[in-house]
């Protein structure tokens, strides 16, 4: 065969094996510096389409599937977070001679509820002694840097050994027709809360499905302000509050549940464990780490992630501290991928509410065809968001590929993300990766963010062709 024809096979096996089709991708120039994009078929295991693919960027809340790895490669998918209620001394009838002691796992989903359950099935009316617990499975929080911190937010709720409702409380914003805003109940943890603060758009004719959208948190000593302009049908809506004293709160939320169930005691007491045995009599267990993550994922929920992230550090001592937790996510990682951008100076929380935590569009790639092709490549599938579920956080995207693109979103003010997987009408696999970094905060941002969706559009219409 002559050289010049073996030279033509060569290269036509070349693209045939690196190339399943030419996509056509016109980046526009208004975020052409600030884009990053890669395209990979895991059907015919080749590369269809980077661009600046090996740039670093801020990657928002897709530093959730990196959590979601680390979470199942290092505690497994049958992980539980417990809660466990003992007691030292004695029970005699009702009364319990002794403290009730209280130990907590880092349970980051524990209600109310569920404590006075455990605690009522004692079945007692008086404790001679104390009520005592400790929350020290965490010894610190995860770093944050993120852009416009509110630490009394919703989402800036941190893990903590004995988290009682998320350390979350919920007021209802109420609307007066001289558009006068109140709050009740007015007192959250030993905090004041003022509506005054609050306006309303009266023009704006906008449905209001979550009043923290438009609510920013702002504090002056004790008192809290929630800040913004709501639309008139926010009316009756719940505002969420976190309390960052975890102590207060908890304290708080044990002395209603001994309240509500009429059990006298001396006082509360946290982190003093007794010295002498503890007999453990109840063991409440958290859900499944699998489900966890599917709720992280649809929901975007960052304490989960964060409290993934501090598990991971958990050793045999059954404590952890910031430092530990990240050594044992980064060596996790570090099993599999080359990930240069994550180390001790930029891996901060696993949530992505971070200004260090960043990827290359190349490397969630790497991580999104490795979940794909394990044993928990279903749980992952079906954890990430997909068009037209009102519940997570997709929202009104592409709503021609339901059941057919599964993302991660991720958003921060500067930040939009789309990493996951794309199945064609053929039933070829893509692993995607849209990342959009330095949105403007001014006009051309929404044009920016429109661009951005419509180039990803264009992509998956592309692949939706493919054979």
């Known amino acids: 065969m002559p050289k010049l024809s073996k030279f033509f096979i060569y290269v036509a096996l070349v693209l045939f094996c690196n190339n399943v089709f030419a996509l056509k991708v016109s980046v526009p120039q208004n975020i052409a510096s600030n884009l990053s994009v890669s395209v990979y078929d895991i059907s015919k295991q080749s590369n269809v389409y980077n661009y600046k693919a090996t740039t670093p960027r801020l990657i928002a809340s897709n530093m959730k599937l990196l959590t979601t790895y680390v979470g199942l490669d290092k505690l497994g998918k049958d992980f539980k977070w417990q809660t466990q209620v003992g007691y030292t001394g004695s029970l005699s009838g009702e009364t319990l001679n002794g403290d009730l002691v209280i130990i907590g796992g880092g349970d980051p989903t524990l209600s109310l509820q569920d404590l006075s359950i455990a605690v009522n099935q004692l079945k007692i009316k008086k404790i001679t002694g104390n009520i005592v617990y400790s929350n020290q499975y965490f010894l610190s929080h995860p770093k944050s840097s993120e852009l416009y911190p509110e630490p009394y937010a919703e989402y800036s709720a941190e893990p903590n050994g004995l988290l009682i409702n998320q350390g979350l409380t919920k007021v209802t914003l109420n609307l007066g027709i001289d558009s006068s805003a109140k709050l009740s109940p007015s007192q959250f943890a030993d905090y004041t809360v003022k509506a005054s603060k609050i306006t309303i758009d009266n023009k704006?004719?906008?449905?209001?499905?979550?009043?923290?959208?438009?609510?920013?948190?702002?504090?002056?000593?004790?008192?809290?302000?929630?800040?913004?302009?709501?639309?008139?049908?926010?009316?009756?809506?719940?505002?969420?509050?976190?309390?960052?004293?975890?102590?207060?709160?908890?304290?708080?939320?044990?002395?209603?549940?001994?309240?509500?169930?009429?059990?006298?005691?001396?006082?509360?007491?946290?982190?003093?464990?007794?010295?002498?045995?503890?007999?453990?009599?109840?063991?409440?267990?958290?859900?499944?780490?699998?489900?966890?993550?599917?709720?992280?994922?649809?929901?975007?929920?960052?304490?989960?992630?964060?409290?993934?992230?501090?598990?991971?550090?958990?050793?045999?001592?059954?404590?952890?501290?910031?430092?530990?937790?990240?050594?044992?996510?980064?060596?996790?990682?570090?099993?599999?991928?080359?990930?240069?951008?994550?180390?001790?100076?930029?891996?901060?929380?696993?949530?992505?509410?971070?200004?260090?935590?960043?990827?290359?569009?190349?490397?969630?790639?790497?991580?999104?065809?490795?979940?794909?092709?394990?044993?928990?490549?279903?749980?992952?599938?079906?954890?990430?968001?997909?068009?037209?579920?009102?519940?997570?956080?997709?929202?009104?995207?592409?709503?021609?590929?339901?059941?057919?693109?599964?993302?991660?979103?991720?958003?921060?003010?500067?930040?939009?993300?789309?990493?996951g997987y794309f199945i064609n009408q053929q039933g070829n696999v893509y692993s995607v990766s849209f990342v959009l970094n330095n949105l403007n905060n001014n006009k051309t941002k929404s044009q920016q963010l429109n661009e951005f969706k419509q180039l990803i559009q264009d992509i998956l219409e592309q692949l939706n062709k493919s054979s």
Do not use: W
């Open 204 to 419: 704006c004719n906008c449905a209001c499905v979550n009043p923290d959208s438009y609510i920013q948190i702002s504090a002056i000593k004790k008192t809290l302000y929630p800040q913004g302009r709501v639309p008139a049908s926010c009316d009756g809506k719940s505002i969420t509050f976190y309390a960052p004293d975890s102590n207060i709160f908890t304290n708080l939320s044990i002395a209603s549940v001994f309240g509500q169930s009429g059990i006298k005691y001396e006082s509360i007491i946290a982190n003093k464990l007794p010295l002498g045995k503890v007999k453990i009599v109840n063991t409440k267990y958290s859900e499944s780490l699998g489900a966890i993550i599917y709720t992280m994922n649809q929901q975007s929920n960052n304490l989960y992630a964060k409290t993934i992230f501090m598990t991971s550090g958990i050793g045999e001592s059954k404590q952890t501290d910031f430092k530990q937790s990240q050594s044992s996510y980064l060596a996790t990682l570090n099993k599999n991928f080359k990930f240069n951008e994550l180390n001790s100076n930029s891996l901060e929380n696993g949530s992505g509410l971070s200004r260090h935590e960043k990827l290359t569009t190349q490397h969630m790639i790497q991580l999104l065809n490795n979940m794909y092709n394990s044993s928990n490549k279903n749980l992952v599938l079906d954890s990430l968001p997909t068009p037209g579920d009102r519940n997570n956080t997709l929202g009104n995207d592409f709503t021609n590929y339901a059941q057919m693109l599964y993302v991660k979103t991720g958003t921060l003010a500067d930040v939009k993300a789309y990493s």
